[in-house]
T-cell receptor, first 113, second 113 residues
């Protein structure tokens, strides 16, 4: 079955460490997105990519980095520069430049310990 | 003005009530419109797409008014299981400052016995 997969579901990080969240899709979608959600809050855009080897900063890109070396994969690295990384991270994809629904992964819950 | 604005909520209603959610969008290049449902600590899931002609799915009715840049969702005979956060989502026909997807902050609905 086609879908979008995030891993891990839960992740614990020590302060000062970089961690990478995985997002893979086999839907042949062009655009992929990373969002952060804090308790009781809406989705905030971190980064997005509309084509391989290209990506754009969203509203809260500081302390994060991404790559898009393959169409299927859009990993997000939470760096030590991100001062408050504990949050729920959601990856989404859409099949073309616009006009269609977004498909979401199940999310990764990151906690700093 | 925010690109997608929703009622701030929360909405607390008794079972069987009819509840309406409203959403306005500012970008006239918006091409497609959706309502998503998000349960606590889960990823958003598509509830329904919204068409200019209006569309209905059981107890749910969605309407779009392009001239007023306004989207609505009506839930009739609300059930306890309808308790969730409802997200208004707009998809652009080209990449804007947030890529193609613009999310509202969501409106929380609690249906009480």
């Amino acid at each position: 079955d086609g879908g979008i997969t995030q891993s891990p579901k839960y992740l614990f990080r020590k302060e000062g460490q970089n961690v990478t969240l995985s997002c893979e899709q086999n839907l042949n979608h062009d655009a992929m997105y990373w969002y952060r959600q804090d308790p009781g809050q809406g989705l905030r855009l971190i980064y997005y990519s509309q084509i391989v080897n290209d990506f754009q900063k969203g509203d809260i890109a500081e302390g994060y980095s991404v790559s898009r070396e393959k169409k299927e994969s859009f990993p997000l690295t939470v760096t030590s520069a991100q001062k408050n990384p504990t949050a729920f991270y959601l990856c989404a994809s859409i099949p073309q430049r616009g006009g269609t629904e977004a498909f979401f992964g199940q999310g990764t819950r990151l906690t700093v310990v | 003005r925010k690109e997608v604005e929703q009622d701030p909520g929360p909405f607390n209603v008794p079972e069987g009530a009819t509840v309406a959610f409203n959403c306005t969008y500012s970008n006239s290049a918006s091409q497609s419109f959706f309502w998503y449902r998000q349960d606590c600590r889960k990823e958003p899931k598509l509830l329904m797409s919204v068409y200019s002609s209006g569309n209905e799915d059981g107890r749910f009715t969605a309407q779009l008014n392009r001239a007023s840049q306004y989207i609505s969702l009506l839930i009739r005979d609300s059930k306890l299981s309808d308790s969730a956060t409802y997200l208004c989502v707009v998809s652009l026909n080209y990449g804007g400052s947030q890529g193609n997807l613009i999310f509202g902050k969501g409106t929380k609905l609690s249906v009480k016995p």
